[in-house]
C-alpha cells in the first residue's frame, strides 16, 4: 500500500526554466510534509517543508504547494540550475508531536540541461 | 558542527550472518530513526528511538533491532541476514517534539552475498 506516490520516475528540464516535482498521498491523516534531495553516495538533504495548516512555504528558489482537498503537493524550482540535478523524494508523516515516523515517496529523478 | 555521522559506509556479509551498524546524531539532536532505502525505492522507517526506547516501529521482523545509549548514538542491528537485506541503511535524527525535520546520514550500503 503505497500512501505516497511520485507518478512520475524522471523528469527533464532546460536551465534557467521552472522545474515542477508532484506528489500524492492518500492518507488524510497526513498533516506535515517534505520534500528531499540526494545525490549519489550521499544521503537524502532537507529542501523544505511544510505544515497541513498552510498551502504554500517559500525558501529561495524553493516553493512547496499543498493541495488538501486533492491529497497532492508540489514542488517548484524557479529558476532550475544544473546543480539542482539529483533524485527528490516527498514525504509525509501524521501522529502526535516527536513519534513522527516519515512515509517516502519512491523518487523522482531531475535532470536540468545546460 | 558536525552532522550525522554512520559508519561503516559499505559492508558485505554472507547470508545468515549478524551486522551492527552505527549512528551519531548532529549536534543537539536527540533521537534517532533508522530507514532502510532498496535500489529504486524510497526509504522506509524502521524504527525511532528517543530516551534510549524504542518508540515506534515500521513493518520489519524482529531481526531488525536497535539501541540508543545515552550519549544519543544508536545502533541498528540485523540477524540472520538474507539476500533481501542487502539496501543502504540511512540513520536521522532530529529533537523530539514539534515540527521539524529530520537529518540524514550518508548511510551505509548493506551487500548480502
Known amino acids: 500500500d503505497q500512501q505516497v506516490k511520485q507518478n512520475s520516475p524522471s523528469l527533464s528540464v532546460q536551465e534557467g526554466r521552472i522545474s515542477i516535482l508532484n506528489c500524492d498521498y492518500t492518507?488524510?491523516?497526513?498533516?506535515?510534509f517534505l520534500w528531499y534531495k540526494k545525490y549519489p553516495a550521499e544521503g537524502p538533504t532537507f529542501l523544505i517543508s511544510?505544515?497541513?495548516?498552510?498551502d504554500k512555504n517559500e525558501d529561495g528558489r524553493f516553493t512547496v504547494f499543498l493541495n488538501k482537498s486533492a491529497k497532492h503537493l508540489s514542488l517548484h524550482i524557479v529558476p532550475s540550475q544544473p546543480g539542482d540535478s539529483a533524485v527528490y523524494f516527498c514525504?509525509?508523516?501524521?501522529?502526535?508531536?516527536?513519534?513522527?515516523?516519515?512515509?517516502f515517496g519512491t523518487g523522482t529523478r531531475l535532470k536540468v540541461l545546460a | 558542527d558536525a552532522g550525522v555521522t554512520q559508519s561503516p559506509t559499505h559492508l558485505i556479509k554472507t547470508r545468515g550472518q549478524q551486522v551492527t551498524l552505527r549512528c551519531s546524531p548532529k549536534s543537539g539532536h536527540d533521537t534517532v530513526s533508522w530507514y532502510q532505502q532498496a535500489l529504486g525505492q524510497g526509504p522506509q522507517f524502521i524504527f525511532q528511538y528517543y530516551e534510549e526506547e524504542e518508540r515506534q516501529r515500521g513493518n520489519f521482523p524482529d531481526r531488525f533491532s536497535g539501541h540508543q545509549f545515552p550519549n544519543y548514538s544508536s545502533e541498528l542491528n540485523v540477524n540472520a541476514l538474507l539476500l533481501g537485506d542487502s539496501a543502504l541503511y540511512l540513520c536521522?535524527?532530529?529533537?523530539?517534539?514539534?515540527?521539524?525535520?529530520?537529518?540524514f546520514g550518508d548511510g551505509t550500503r548493506l551487500s548480502i552475498l
Open positions: 511544510i505544515s497541513s495548516i498552510k
Open positions: 536521522a535524527s532530529r529533537s523530539w517534539g514539534g515540527l521539524q525535520p529530520q537529518h
Open positions: 514525504a509525509a508523516s501524521a501522529g502526535t508531536s516527536g513519534t513522527y515516523k516519515y512515509i
Open positions: 492518507n488524510s491523516m497526513f498533516d506535515y
